[in-house]
């Protein structure tokens, strides 16, 4: 099983500044790789995959890079909706394995 | 709009049986894969289950397999989840989520199973 790992567990952000959310991967996953936003009380929404493309109705100011083994999330500017969880996930093999998650809040 | 509905959740006693069903809409059923993932309360995301399309591909969580079913009704648009010998621990929101082609790229609003005497 690949295992998933995030950091930080918390981001404290301002709005209007940038986050950068990270992921490592215990064995390579190409660019087998997605990002989700959870918020309270609601479903996962699918933000990147292929570890860096937008799925559809993403704002550009999310975005994804790295491939192998580390990737990374950045939102360029934080809106106040922004603030929740965000999951990383490998889809290169079974079983599909997630992140703990990374919770952004506000500073 | 593609959509998924999950419904089936609620109370059932450890060692009972429960099955979730997914009713899906909004795009060409059988041409998509589709997946169960759970989340424990205040936990993170698992992966319990998922299936092909033509229901020749299936996975089981090792925390599920021997205890869990995944089916789907190609001509009801409908995936299913039979869950008997059911624990503690599988507690949770499960999800239905279809997945377009390998990450899961809709997701339902999940039903909450709770197993506890």
């Known amino acids: 099983e690949i295992v998933m790992t995030q950091s930080p567990a918390t981001l404290s952000v301002s709005p209007g500044e940038r986050a950068t959310l990270s992921c490592r991967t215990s064995?390579?996953?190409?660019?087998?790789f997605a990002w989700y936003q959870q918020k309270p009380g609601q479903a996962p929404r699918l933000l990147i995959y292929?570890?860096?493309t937008r799925a559809t109705g993403i704002p550009a100011r999310f975005s994804g890079s790295g491939s192998g083994a580390e990737f990374t999330l950045t939102i360029s500017s934080l809106q106040p909706e922004d603030f929740a969880v965000y999951y990383c996930?490998?889809?290169?093999?079974?079983?599909?394995?997630f992140g703990q998650g990374t919770k952004v809040e506000i500073k | 709009e593609v959509q998924v509905v999950e419904s089936g959740g609620g109370l059932v006693q450890p060692g009972g049986s429960l099955r979730l069903s997914c009713a899906a809409s909004?795009?060409?059923?059988?041409?998509?894969?589709m997946g169960w993932v759970r989340q424990a309360p205040g936990k993170g995301l698992e992966c319990v289950s998922a299936?092909?399309?033509?229901?020749?591909?299936?996975f089981y969580a090792d925390s599920v397999k021997g205890r869990f079913t995944i089916s789907r009704d190609n001509s009801k648009n409908t995936l299913y989840l039979q869950m008997n010998s059911l624990r503690a621990e599988d507690t949770a929101v499960y999800y239905c989520?279809?997945?377009?082609?390998?990450?899961?790229?809709?997701w339902g609003q999940g039903t909450l199973v709770t197993v506890s005497s």
């Open positions: 996930q490998q889809y290169s093999n079974w079983p599909r394995t």
């Open positions: 909004g795009f060409t059923f059988n041409t998509y894969g």
């Open positions: 292929g570890a860096f």
């Open positions: 064995q390579s996953v190409s660019s087998n």
């Open positions: 299936i092909s399309g033509g229901s020749d591909k299936i």
């Open positions: 989520a279809r997945t377009g082609p390998l990450y899961f790229d809709n």
